[in-house]
């Protein structure tokens, strides 16, 4: 059974910063695509950052320079390095792993407030 169980989320000033963590189980970690996507409010899911078993890493413009993707294959965890965060950061975060098949996560709230 798959299992990414995102922490780390909670309220943050703008400016601010946060570290997401995913930890992973049932999967080969090592050779998934790890990810973190986004929700808003009245807003479709979407990209943030993923990470390939290389350690190859992409990112959506708007957060380019201010966030950092990285893995630790022995701890079998994900990372979101969130920096100078702003209010349209606010959302939904969800962990994903693309092993043939997407799975996610149950999701974390980031709340930047202005």
Do not use: H
């Not at 390939?52 to 079998?76: E, L, P, Q, W």
């Not at 965890?77 to 920096?83: A, D, I, K, P, S």
């Amino acid at each position: 059974q798959v299992q990414l169980v995102e922490s780390g989320g909670g309220l943050v000033q703008a400016g601010g910063s946060l570290r997401l963590s995913c930890a992973a189980s049932g999967i080969p970690f090592g050779y998934s695509t790890m990810g973190w996507y986004r929700q808003a409010p009245g807003k479709q899911r979407g990209m943030v950052a993923v990470i390939t078993s290389s350690g190859s890493a992409n990112y959506v413009d708007s957060v380019k320079g201010r966030f950092t993707i990285s893995r630790d294959n022995a701890k079998n965890t994900v990372y979101l390095q969130m920096n100078s965060l702003k209010p349209e950061d606010t959302a939904v975060y969800y962990c994903s792993a693309l092993r043939m098949t997407q799975y996610w996560g149950q999701g974390t709230q980031v709340t930047v407030s202005s």
